[in-house]
């Protein structure tokens, strides 16, 4: 990049210390080249002239060709206006001012022709427009600007403080002026012919003054691939360079544990995925390189066989593992789990929480520390410092959402050769999404369920359909069933949340009284020993309901649970109503799970529910999910750089993202230094982009 796009954006003509320290504090455009940069957000079609006959049912923004030939200004009761009377050669319309009157007054031109434009309102059949932008038609004819009038983001105290969209128009027009010359080109030729790109110059011109829409497309499609394409030139460099330069412990042995495990103890026949996945993390294990695996697979799609084996691995090689899980419920859970899964082993595994005692906790600190515990279960405990470890050979993370990066990257700290890291989630994260969030890492997924699983029934049913729900419910606790009944999230400012809860535990304890019925409750306020004492209640089929809030949300495994009722589930989000389900439908019978509802439901709302009883793949569910909310909105992005995209959208560029990934690798396998001539444009220009760093540090 030439050294004029590093000039500071007050020296640009029409700009200025006062406009130049505005355009610094609102949009964050400090140069030259973060002007360029500025794309617009949507374009007004101005390649068509109206006449005045013509508005009737044209209620958008219009413009218009004639002349003003009268001016006045008219008293009212809150203050003057300014009208004028515009007429063409079909009719005549008023243009209308509330402020401004003087300049406007004085810069208004009778009887010469000119170009008016805005939104138009009737009034008595008599059209006029508010505050219309105004230009002479023969400047209006030679200006840069563009049939397709881009518009710009803005900020309110912009627009207050005099820079209008107008003004950042003329400002680029200026600045294409004395910078075009400069724009070089940075994708290498041969992918400009092969895809037909427009050149990085023409496409810069015509994302600011595109002169059809076609001219438009075409630039979009160029800068949203280049714009994608560099991001995956980055993950997938990151990927490389992180499995050179970031040493391992290589577990070259397969031994006893993992040997025997497999072939005496193994509770069940693994799935096809299972086996595959597990194959991937070995590979990846076996290398002097640290795994960095992020594994997907749908809820009861059989991860913590996964884990365990991946865990037995680290053991045969003479290392520690630890898992850790996003709550106490789920820390337990597990460690119930894996114990079982150990208890034919020689194995040591522990579980460290919040609430684990002083003494126990000192024995577990020990025990890390001089390698006698082999394996250890917990939560944010872990974490801390105390916590050290003999020799951490593999670090499991369940669902990696609630874990910020920093604390992640804690663990790797805790030994000078870092852990192998298995990041694993049952959320299933759309495939684009995915490569643009986890990039860098490698994924795998488990996309089979293991056999003999009955699909969840799933039906949307209104609150006046409750006594039908009532009677079903009865029936399936009738055949010795359990029934999980779940409210929206307790947040401690949503008092309300609270009194929902509770008075649909009322309401439920009336409907299914002792001694025929118990009901177990759940909820965030609930200390962790009463949690886990009504859990293990329900687990161990004391109780028939479980009345919740969503703390039951991940993970929690009880199989005799076969019905899943979600009260408001128009306030769930579509990956937290599957989350919900995915707590039933874990034993041999068939589940059931119930959407309520009010009859009120925006059509999001309805979508989700459909989509919900139309399908159990949560891949699907992903996909649609992301279609209604955007990356924005799901769980992860916040900290990535998906919501720092100039002008791609991984939602709706969808196809744009995986060809720029299809290159990205292609290109990073024949030449990854980009050390070939040919590359000599786009290396400088990653080097640039990596120097800014503003988009890559997501990931520690
Ligand atoms: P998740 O991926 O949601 O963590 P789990 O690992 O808890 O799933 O497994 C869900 C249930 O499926 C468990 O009861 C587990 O024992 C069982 N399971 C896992 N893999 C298989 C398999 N290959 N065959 C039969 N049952 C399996
Ligand atoms: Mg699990």
Same mark, same amino acid.
């Given at each position: 990049?030439?050294?004029?796009?590093?000039?500071?954006?007050?020296?640009?003509?029409?700009?200025?210390?006062?406009?130049?320290?505005?355009?610094?504090?609102?949009?964050?455009?400090?140069?030259?080249?973060?002007?360029?940069?500025?794309?617009?957000?949507?374009?007004?079609?101005?390649?068509?002239?109206?006449?005045?006959?013509?508005?009737?049912?044209?209620?958008?923004?219009?413009?218009?060709?004639?002349?003003?030939?009268?001016?006045?200004?008219?008293?009212?009761?809150?203050?003057?206006?300014?009208?004028?009377?515009?007429?063409?050669?079909?009719?005549?319309?008023?243009?209308?001012?509330?402020?401004?009157?003087?300049?406007?007054?004085?810069?208004?031109?009778?009887?010469?022709?000119?170009?008016?434009?805005?939104?138009?309102?009737?009034?008595?059949?008599?059209?006029?427009?508010?505050?219309?932008?105004?230009?002479? &038609?023969?400047?209006?004819? @030679?200006? %840069?600007? !563009?049939?397709?009038? /881009?518009? $710009?983001?803005?900020? #309110?105290?912009?627009?207050?403080?005099?820079?209008?969209?107008?003004?950042?128009?003329?400002?680029?027009?200026? &600045?294409?002026?004395?910078? @075009?010359? %400069?724009? !070089?080109?940075?994708? /290498?030729? $041969?992918?400009?012919? #092969?895809?037909?790109?427009?050149?990085?110059?023409?496409?810069?011109?015509?994302?600011?003054?595109?002169?059809?829409?076609?001219?438009?497309?075409?630039?979009?499609?160029?800068?949203?691939?280049?714009?994608?394409?560099?991001?995956?030139?980055?993950?997938?460099?990151?990927?490389?360079?992180?499995?050179?330069?970031?040493?391992?412990?290589?577990?070259?042995?397969?031994?006893?544990?993992?040997?025997?495990?497999?072939?005496?103890?193994?509770?069940?026949?693994?799935?096809?995925?299972?086996?595959?996945?597990?194959?991937?993390?070995?590979?990846?294990?076996?290398?002097?390189?640290?795994?960095?695996?992020?594994?997907?697979?749908?809820?009861?799609?059989?991860?913590?066989?996964?884990?365990?084996?991946?865990?037995?691995?680290?053991?045969?090689?003479?290392?520690?593992?630890?898992?850790?899980?996003?709550?106490?419920?789920?820390?337990?859970?597990?460690?119930?789990?894996?114990?079982?899964?150990?208890?034919?082993?020689?194995?040591?595994?522990?579980?460290?929480?919040?609430?684990?005692?002083?003494?126990?906790?000192?024995?577990?600190?020990?025990?890390?520390?001089?390698?006698?515990?082999?394996?250890?279960?917990?939560?944010?405990?872990?974490?801390?410092?105390?916590?050290?470890?003999?020799?951490?050979?593999?670090?499991?993370?369940?669902?990696?959402?609630?874990?910020?990066?920093?604390?992640?990257?804690?663990?790797?700290?805790?030994?000078?050769?870092?852990?192998?890291?298995?990041?694993?989630?049952?959320?299933?994260?759309?495939?684009?999404?995915?490569?643009?969030?986890?990039?860098?890492?490698?994924?795998?997924?488990?996309?089979?369920?293991?056999?003999?699983?009955?699909?969840?029934?799933?039906?949307?049913?209104?609150?006046?359909?409750?006594?039908?729900?009532?009677?079903?419910?009865?029936?399936?606790?009738?055949?010795?069933?359990?029934?999980?009944?779940?409210?929206?999230?307790?947040?401690?400012?949503?008092?309300?949340?609270?009194?929902?809860?509770?008075?649909?535990?009322?309401?439920?304890?009336?409907?299914?009284?002792?001694?025929?019925?118990?009901?177990?409750?759940?909820?965030?306020?609930?200390?962790?020993?009463?949690?886990?004492?009504?859990?293990?209640?329900?687990?161990?089929?004391?109780?028939?309901?479980?009345?919740?809030?969503?703390?039951?949300?991940?993970?929690?495994?009880?199989?005799?649970?076969?019905?899943?009722?979600?009260?408001?589930?128009?306030?769930?989000?579509?990956?937290?109503?599957?989350?919900?389900?995915?707590?039933?439908?874990?034993?041999?019978?068939?589940?059931?799970?119930?959407?309520?509802?009010?009859?009120?439901?925006?059509?999001?709302?309805?979508?989700?529910?459909?989509?919900?009883?139309?399908?159990?793949?949560?891949?699907?569910?992903?996909?649609?999910?992301?279609?209604?909310?955007?990356?924005?909105?799901?769980?992860?992005?916040?900290?990535?750089?998906?919501?720092?995209?100039?002008?791609?959208?991984?939602?709706?560029?969808?196809?744009?993202?995986?060809?720029?990934?299809?290159?990205?690798?292609?290109?990073?396998?024949?030449?990854?230094?980009?050390?070939?001539?040919?590359?000599?444009?786009?290396?400088?220009?990653?080097?640039?982009?990596?120097?800014?760093?503003?988009?890559?540090?997501?990931?520690?």
């Amino acid at each position: 990049m030439s050294n004029l796009l590093q000039t500071p954006i007050e020296y640009l003509k029409g700009v200025g210390p006062n406009r130049g320290e505005l355009l610094r504090k609102e949009l964050g455009i400090h140069k030259y080249e973060d002007l360029i940069q500025l794309y617009p957000n949507r374009y007004i079609d101005r390649t068509r002239y109206y006449k005045i006959n013509e508005l009737q049912n044209n209620p958008a923004e219009v413009q218009l060709i004639g002349k003003i030939i009268n001016i006045k200004t008219v008293e009212q009761k809150r203050g003057k206006r300014l009208v004028a009377t515009f007429t063409d050669e079909t009719g005549q319309m008023e243009l209308v001012w509330f402020q401004g009157h003087k300049w406007i007054r004085e810069s208004l031109k009778l009887n010469v022709p000119i170009v008016i434009f805005g939104r138009c309102t009737s009034f008595n059949g008599f059209f006029n427009m508010a505050h219309p932008e105004i230009e002479l &038609l023969n400047e209006h004819e @030679q200006s %840069l600007r !563009s049939a397709m009038q /881009p518009v $710009y983001p803005s900020t #309110e105290t912009l627009t207050n403080r005099g820079i209008s969209n107008r003004v950042v128009n003329k400002l680029m027009q200026q &600045l294409f002026q004395e910078t @075009q010359d %400069l724009f !070089s080109e940075t994708l /290498p030729h $041969y992918l400009i012919d #092969e895809l037909k790109l427009i050149s990085k110059k023409a496409a810069l011109f015509n994302i600011h003054f595109p002169k059809s829409p076609d001219a438009l497309a075409k630039a979009q499609f160029r800068l949203k691939f280049e714009e994608l394409f560099f991001i995956q030139l980055q993950l997938i460099t990151k990927n490389l360079i992180r499995k050179q330069k970031i040493k391992g412990h290589p577990f070259t042995i397969v031994g006893d544990y993992f040997n025997t495990f497999f072939q005496n103890h193994l509770p069940f026949k693994l799935t096809n995925a299972q086996k595959r996945v597990l194959k991937e993390i070995r590979n990846d294990m076996g290398n002097p390189a640290q795994m960095n695996r992020l594994l997907q697979g749908d809820v009861g799609s059989g991860k913590t066989i996964v884990a365990f084996m991946s865990m037995l691995l680290a053991l045969d090689n003479g290392f520690q593992s630890c898992l850790m899980a996003p709550t106490e419920i789920l820390a337990n859970q597990h460690f119930l789990g894996l114990s079982e899964l150990a208890k034919s082993l020689d194995i040591n595994i522990k579980i460290l929480t919040g609430s684990t005692k002083t003494s126990e906790r000192k024995i577990i600190h020990e025990g890390l520390e001089n390698g006698s515990l082999h394996i250890i279960i917990g939560t944010h405990a872990l974490l801390e410092d105390k916590v050290k470890f003999k020799n951490l050979g593999l670090a499991i993370i369940d669902e990696q959402h609630r874990f910020g990066v920093e604390q992640r990257s804690k663990l790797w700290k805790k030994n000078e050769i870092p852990p192998h890291v298995l990041v694993m989630t049952a959320t299933p994260i759309p495939r684009t999404l995915a490569m643009s969030l986890y990039g860098d890492l490698d994924i795998s997924v488990i996309d089979e369920l293991p056999p003999g699983r009955k699909p969840i029934q799933t039906v949307h049913r209104f609150d006046s359909d409750r006594l039908k729900v009532w009677k079903f419910i009865r029936d399936e606790i009738a055949k010795g069933r359990q029934i999980y009944i779940v409210y929206p999230l307790i947040q401690e400012s949503e008092k309300m949340d609270f009194k929902d809860l509770m008075d649909g535990y009322e309401s439920i304890s009336r409907d299914f009284p002792l001694p025929q019925y118990a009901i177990s409750i759940l909820h965030g306020k609930m200390k962790p020993a009463d949690k886990d004492a009504e859990m293990k209640r329900f687990a161990e089929g004391k109780t028939n309901i479980m009345v919740a809030t969503t703390v039951i949300e991940v993970g929690v495994n009880i199989p005799n649970a076969s019905v899943m009722i979600i009260e408001s589930a128009e306030r769930f989000g579509l990956s937290q109503l599957h989350q919900l389900r995915g707590r039933v439908g874990r034993g041999a019978e068939q589940s059931y799970c119930i959407l309520m509802t009010s009859h009120k439901l925006s059509s999001d709302s309805k979508t989700r529910m459909e989509t919900m009883c139309r399908t159990n793949d949560g891949f699907e569910i992903a996909e649609v999910d992301l279609k209604l909310r955007g990356p924005g909105d799901l769980m992860g992005t916040q900290q990535s750089g998906v919501l720092n995209l100039r002008i791609a959208d991984i939602v709706r560029d969808k196809d744009i993202l995986l060809l720029a990934r299809h290159h990205a690798v292609k290109l990073l396998k024949e030449d990854a230094p980009m050390q070939k001539p040919e590359h000599a444009a786009l290396r400088l220009a990653f080097i640039e982009l990596t120097k800014k760093k503003n988009i890559w540090n997501y990931i520690s």
